[in-house]
């Protein structure tokens, strides 16, 4: 039976995650004012009837589609990380429960995760590591990144926070986004997305961020790392899939670019047998670029503030344009 | 026999690099207005015999000392590298010639350097690459930079670009140097490096980049390392000889201190027998952190230009005081 007072909120959490929760100062104070119900994947449906709120704190989750039909009197879904393409299924887009998302909470953490993989490229660390192993001692030249080209592809929080962090170490940025236009405060000059092709040419890295749609998916084929320098550097932070990963391997194998620092694949963990891993100049981490020591607390407190406005009927933080999938820009 | 118009230049240069200076349009220049003696170490007291300047291109050889008896008339001696410590042997520092050293080559290039080593050690980019070897998908929470405490000990030029970049990069610095003081333009505060010990705790990366002297040598001994906090980084882009590498090797086993990179040694190359190839969390890399593409022509053209301001009766660029060991900030 639910209280008449207590609206119920659903929680899905991986089983090694609940305890993130219900250790945290700020889910307990929404269980005294709340009716939660933690749940893994196989529970989602039953968790759904009758709630109000869904936290998707597992956010690599795929599961919320199929518990979907069950959620009866759902008004609001948030998710744990940036990009919302999980719970972008036409069900959900097509209804009128609020989706909001945790914009802002990796952006410094991914941009400096960015430099450091730009920086590593042009000192060749990786190459002394190599070295090192082997007990040699092999001088080498290596590069400058002050006035080196950088085009960021993505122009959300993510992005211009990278632009920031790379500009303020000496790079030139640009990025590239929905809409061609000049004048912007972090990038300059942004050039449309559409025409990727004709921009990537002029650049020595290229940054993919932008939140993964039917318009960006596969945006990086055979044609656009053709486009680029064969001494580019290629770093994804944003989604597996805006990449074909068949055309990025080939490039690299062929030279068509000089090397990738990929923190997302399109399938994860990444498959064991990806040639990926052994592919001499070519970075992967599990996807963690954002997620600095701290993280899980600064989300689960995002959620809260968010909780709290939603009890108290003040406008949420980071709805999401559903027909756009991503928060617009103010 | 000399001619009476042409001054004498002798060149102390390695067997593998006189092809940098040959083919050099800069020594070209120079050959036309000097008699130009390239020599290796072997040749260097016959080539200092009756020269006038000497340019030591081979910045780390040792060989000045031993033939210093035959330069009888020498006026000036420039040195392809910041640090002047291969050629501050007493007879020249009590002599009457001037010394000029490459003062401002290398600043950004090692500045971006360190910036890199940081943020290796903050997103664990090592520990991705061993991951990444055994083809393992293990996510870990890494460390932000923004906000972190920086201690550069050198207020030089590099110092200096170091300061530049890490606060650009959102880090928070202070440096130490002969004199403290406030209000410094690139550290705010300086702490003397005298009292090196009672400031070490305070820091999260501590950066080593001080001129080699008698006052510098073995600045980080047992007592700095034990100093520090024990989740604390080493970076050394100085010289080797500023630590006791004993004291460093057991600060790291006993982990007094978390992690180091280290671009130089007391003995280079790093002897193969070096327990620092092998330990975990030190990052190795043979004394190139300044050594951009292009860094020897750029190298040959600061003494061409010292070269032309010399025949002309011009001031010198990068004068060292040979009392301090280095070129005093203006």
Redesign the interface.
Known sequence: MIGKEKPVLAVLCGDDQAGDLTGSPAMQGIESTALVRYTGAAGLADALRDADVLFVYDFLSRAVPDAWHAANRLRWLHIASAGVDPVMFPAMRDSDVVLTNSRGVFD??IA??V???V??F??D??G??D??RE?R??????????GREVLIVGTGPIGRAIAR?LR???MRVAGAGRRARTGDPDFGTVHASAALAEHLPAYDYVVAVAPLTEQTKGLFDAAAFAAMKPSARFVNVGRGELVVTGDLIEALRSGAIAGAALDVFDT???P?DSPL??MPRV???????G?????RDTLIELFADNFHRWRTGTPLRNVVDKQLGYVPSE
């Not at 970075?283 to 670029?289: D, K, R």
């Open positions: 410094d953490s400096e995760y430099l450091g993989v920086l590593s042009a000192k660390l990786h002394s590591l070295l090192q007990r001692w092999q001088h080498r030249e290596t590069e400058r990144i002050a962090m303020a170490a000496g994860e963990p990444l064991a891993w052994t970075l992967i981490s599990p996807h963690m670029s997620d600095f020591l701290g993280w």
